[in-house]
């Protein structure tokens, strides 16, 4: 099987702004996203929500020193709000169940893991 990263970039002030009703269709669509994984045999192996940008800390490199400073690296609209690992053997299929979270507001996107099991 190949592991699978989806990513769920969103814009993080729409969700704020989500009422609960619109929180919980989104919801609701992402237990049918697991619920269609796993009727198709796909293992979701991991996964979360993010909690909002602001609260992400930017660890980097100047002249020999670490800067840690509050906030992403990138100012943009839209940020990472969560990511599923799966684990499959039918990505055409994991493409298609992922278009379930694919919204107007954010694309999902989906990239294979690196194994490096074979290495020292």
């Known amino acids: 099987m190949t592991e699978y990263i989806v990513l769920l970039p969103d814009d993080e002030a729409a969700w704020e702004r989500a009422t ?3 929180r919980s269709a ?4 992402h237990a049918e996203f697991a619920r269609l994984l796993a009727e198709r045999g796909h293992k ?11 609260e992400a800390r930017t660890v980097r490199r100047r002249g020999g020193e670490v800067v ?4 992403p690296f990138a ?11 799966v684990e499959t053997d ?5 493409l298609q ?10 694309p999902v996107e989906v990239r294979p893991t690196v194994d490096h099991s074979g290495t020292v």
Do not use: F, M, N, W
């Open 20 to 22: 609960e009703e619109e």
């Open 26 to 29: 989104t919801y609701a669509r």
């Open 44 to 54: 979701i192996t991991g996964g979360t929500e993010l909690a909002p940008s602001r």
């Open 68 to 71: 840690v400073t509050d906030g």
């Open 75 to 85: 100012e943009t609209a839209e940020q990472l709000g969560g990511y599923y690992c």
């Open 90 to 94: 039918d990505l055409d299929d994991l």
């Open 97 to 106: 169940v992922c278009a379930i979270l694919a919204t107007e507001r954010g």
